[in-house]
């Protein structure tokens, strides 16, 4: 019994179909709201997704660390700006057993305060300088708003922070820079697509002096963030006392940059490379980069061949390190397990029948464009590894096609309206760089401000479409997750 | 300026001191007792261990997945035995934000009840048997004694818990076995010895029918426990009603087993592999496997032909991925770079001074035995790969000779009480397998029951130093952490 949910046409219901379809996360039946469970399957692709993280900032001078959980209310508290943004959604450990505590801990919503208490001790000189740590953890937020697996939850359990310090603003500044293209590189590997902007000033991380964000276009028209990175000048280092020798001997606070990735990363690589059949994952991070799937037809002789040859071929895709399932159920139907393999994203599918197996061929299908070729046996490595290429390619071209679709520049207040309402994207107009007419644009298009184009981008000879006056820029609003 | 910390002499400061001396873990500076930070040293060790333990579960069949951190109350207490086992020790989370929480939320201390509850829902059928789950995640408990980094912690963030389950009681035992295998290949991979008990009625874990547990000798002769295995029986699927279809088209309670391994696996390989200078690691886990050491000697000349030679080796090494580090800091003496780096445990130094550059030889100093030799760059490759394994089987031969040199069969509850208490190891009693004899011997060697050999010994011709009568088995008991 096939149930398929519309990936274009009804995106939230098709990502809580697959998401236990594909026995990917569960979602709603553990008893508390926001937290869901990584299954195996789903387990397996975010740890490859951790890996090309863990590759790309190992590979830019990362080093990998692991704080506490637990903030004592006193470190949060340190920084003023930061504990207003988050002390509505904190959650509190008040008692250890049946104790109460002396000072109240917080499960840690991000760990700015933390990491700089310690980096106070451990950083004394500019010779020690730039830092860079991160660590991939659980943060915890008391959402009130409706929550969402994977997207939008009470426990992350995949939020990647890095924490850097610098001896000066201008190097800060230069690590945004590389955060960005750090981000870039990790989405261009996933096959991802990105729209990177200043966020405005009222939805800059608290504590920071700006934040650049990367947002995505979902296929319900809605924008998605997945990931920020922000200039936190010296605004913690200052909190908290903590200072270095600088090059010319005087003492100084350093500079800091932050900047995070969440479970959504995951969200966002099973959406966006989906279909009406379920999703596609692009080889790199696929559990199960083949799947062979024997068919049954013909003599008793015909079938030992058909076994033989599966055998054969599963060996020598697993000998060139190809991650190789055969689904030899006997009591499913070849269709029902193209059904089952298609909805979980395996990239390739390869079928032996009587007749490849007599003619030493497969025939492969892959689950981007569904097309079907057969292959001899002999030239099939070379054939799997041009395939896993084009796969990738293709998933890509498809996905920032898909994604510029959706972003309308525009002057027209009316057209950018409609255009957010019918839920067909994110739309930029002309902003004369007043918060206040920023603001107004917000109310009447009923859509979130995404902020500013990064790089920057002047808007000659446009007009704020609010108070008429000379755009300097473009802003960008759009209906949110 | 050289200090160090007697590692047989005086352990429980040597440990503080290589902990810091080494960068591997910061404790005590944290402001809340009983939780550290892993640094970058440490992380890359721990993450090495953390690999060997997924190959080892995985290699069987075992799924990794990931539960949330939060168990509300009502969950937890579902199995009686298991709640009154924890419940002076758990981290309550009561509000979130300002609002408190209908029902209380335990920071997990271990994972059965969620685990459980999860299982009735995805496991109906025995044909779905055996599951095997484990997930890698931090656990809390409230401890309320002394707490120490690694080994009494309060988070405890390295915590490798296995759940399975099986449709007979059979399979459950068969699974047992599996366990002890599989924490076994894990110890003897990171040159560590182990032995065996099960522990006495009194000291198994909550809600399980028997706890078989794995300790090792540290080196001040207490013992540790690096490892437990629990039969849980019925107790967890009975109390949660989860019931399964069997082979004859019954329904019945399906049977669990779970195992951990915890932080102390790091803390363990880091002492056990130890001495005067520092910890010496196995190169499988060495985060840096060759450290080469320029020794700059002679005339301009000859310097340039050293660090042409230095980066000649280090880019063969690599080639060959091993992971070498070259130590090129100016300011520092090569003196102290050898201490640096011997503390650290690399497995191999390599020092490249004037007369190796020339003869197209390179020296190798082997941390284990601290032996010199010199070797032709032209066999450096293989001569290393033999090194590595030399040092592997050297320290794992030596920390088994130091265990079994820790534990000391006797009759005598005067010579056990002596050995015990000049903290010499382990001791091994005969005993007749009454609870109460047990006890009794306890209170006298004022030391903690470990339990009996598993797998079971017999005591033939022994007498119980209590009551006199014919031993059944011996048990064995020490100082412990």
């Known amino acids: 019994m096939v149930s398929r949910e519309r990936w274009s046409s009804n995106f939230p219901r098709w990502f809580d179909w697959i998401l236990e379809e594909a026995e990917i996360y569960d979602y709603g039946r553990y008893p508390v709201k926001g937290m869901g469970i990584w299954r195996p399957y789903g387990f397996q692709i975010r740890r490859r997704i951790i890996d090309i993280i863990r590759e790309v900032l190992d590979g830019r001078g990362h080093e990998e660390v692991l704080f506490p959980l637990l903030i004592p209310e006193t470190l949060l508290q340190v920084e003023k700006e930061h504990i207003k943004g988050f002390e509505d959604e904190v959650y509190w450990v008040t008692h250890g057993g049946l104790e109460p505590l002396d000072v109240k801990l917080a499960l840690r919503p991000t760990s700015e305060t933390s990491i700089t208490f310690m980096e106070s001790y451990w950083i004394k000189s500019y010779r020690q ?59 261009d590997r996933l096959a991802i697509p990105y729209l990177v902007s200043k966020r405005p000033e009222w ?26 990175v922000h200039n936190l000048g010296q605004n913690f280092t200052k909190v908290f006392d903590f200072k270095i020798q ?15 990735i969440s479970d959504r990363i995951v969200a966002t690589v099973i959406s966006i490379h989906g279909d009406d059949r379920g999703t ?3 080889p790199n991070i696929a559990p199960i980069q083949v799947v062979i799937v024997p068919i049954p037809a ?20 697993a000998g060139h390190s190809i991650r190789v399932k055969v689904d030899d159920r006997e009591e499913v139907r070849p269709g029902a397990k193209f059904y089952y393999w298609e909805a979980r994203g395996v990239p390739v599918r390869i079928e032996i029948g009587p007749r490849e197996a007599k003619n030493g061929t497969v025939t492969i299908v892959r689950r981007d464009t569904l097309e079907k070729m057969e292959t001899p046996v002999s ?10 290429n084009s796969i990738y390619e293709t998933l890509k071209e498809r ?37 206040d007419c920023a603001a107004q644009m917000e109310d009447m298009l009923e859509a979130k401000t995404l ?3 990064w790089p920057r981008e002047d808007a000659p000879g446009m007009k704020c479409p609010i108070c008429g006056r000379d755009a300097v820029t473009w802003i960008r609003y759009s209906k949110t997750y």
Not at 203 to 228: C, E, H, N, S, W
Not at 298 to 316: A, F, I, P, Q
């Open 129 to 187: 300088l730039p830092k860079k740590y991160y660590q991939i953890v659980s943060i915890f937020r008391y959402e009130t708003k409706a929550t969402r697996p994977m997207i939008r939850l009470r426990e992350v359990t995949t939020f990647k922070e890095a924490h850097t310090v610098h001896d000066t603003f201008e190097d800060s500044e230069r690590q945004v820079l590389e955060a960005i293209e750090a981000y870039k590189e990790i989405y």
């Open 203 to 228: 939805d800059k991380f608290p504590g920071a002096l700006y934040t650049i964000a990367f947002d995505i276009v979902m296929p319900d028209g809605r924008a998605l963030q997945i990931g920020t």
């Open 246 to 260: 600088l090059s010319d001997e005087s003492h100084d606070y350093p500079w800091q940059t932050s900047y995070g």
């Open 280 to 282: 596609i994952l692009p």
């Open 298 to 317: 013909g003599s008793e002789e015909d079938r030992r061949l058909v076994d033989k040859t599966v055998k054969e071929v599963e060996k020598l895709l």
């Open 379 to 388: 030239t099939l490595v070379d054939e799997l590894d041009r395939l896993f």
């Open 399 to 435: 996905a920032w096609n898909y994604m510029k679709s959706k972003i309308k520049r525009t002057t027209s207040l009316d057209e950018a309206k409609s255009w957010v309402s019918e839920r067909r994207g994110i739309v930029e107009l002309p902003w004369c760089g007043m918060d």
């Open 451 to 453: 902020g500013t184009p």
